[in-house]
Nanobody, 123 residues
Framework: QVQLVESGGGLVQAGGSLRLSCLAS????????MGWFRHAPGKEREFVAT????????DYADSVKGRFTISRDNAKNMVYLQMNSLKPEDTAVYYC????????????????WGQGTQVTVSS
């Protein structure tokens, strides 16, 4: 069975940084693009970042561009999200997704998700 486990969330002050990690198992990791999405209460699941299967191409939501960086280590079956200059608007549960050969900004293109990790940014 495919499993994704996120970690690294927590409480941080505005302007601070966090690095989220996602460990994948049960699938040939290097064959798939990966994505990060977030979900705040009362809102739709929102695209954050995606990375190609080889790690050479990335896309970001306009709201995080220049502040967040997605990366992957295929030898370790891991994907990361480095978050800098955090804002209260970034507060949400962050999810790692797998499922598409090519990177995508659409949640429907991913077929497996982790349990999520909470990120809370205080004013």
């Amino acid at each position: 069975q495919v499993q994704l486990v996120e970690s690294g969330g927590g409480l941080v002050q505005a302007g601070g940084s966090l690095r989220l990690s996602c460990l994948a198992s049960g699938r040939t990791f290097s064959n798939y693009a990966m994505g990060w999405f977030r979900h705040a209460p009362g809102k739709e699941r929102e695209f954050v970042a995606t990375i190609s299967r080889g790690g050479g191409l990335t896309d970001y939501a306009d709201s995080v561009k220049g502040r967040f960086t997605i990366s992957r280590d295929n030898a370790k079956n891991m994907v990361y999200l480095q978050m800098n200059s955090l804002k209260p608007e970034d507060t949400a549960v962050y999810y790692c997704g797998i499922g598409s050969t090519y990177r995508s900004t659409r949640a429907a293109d991913y077929d497996y998700w982790g349990q999520g990790t909470q990120v809370t940014v205080s004013s």
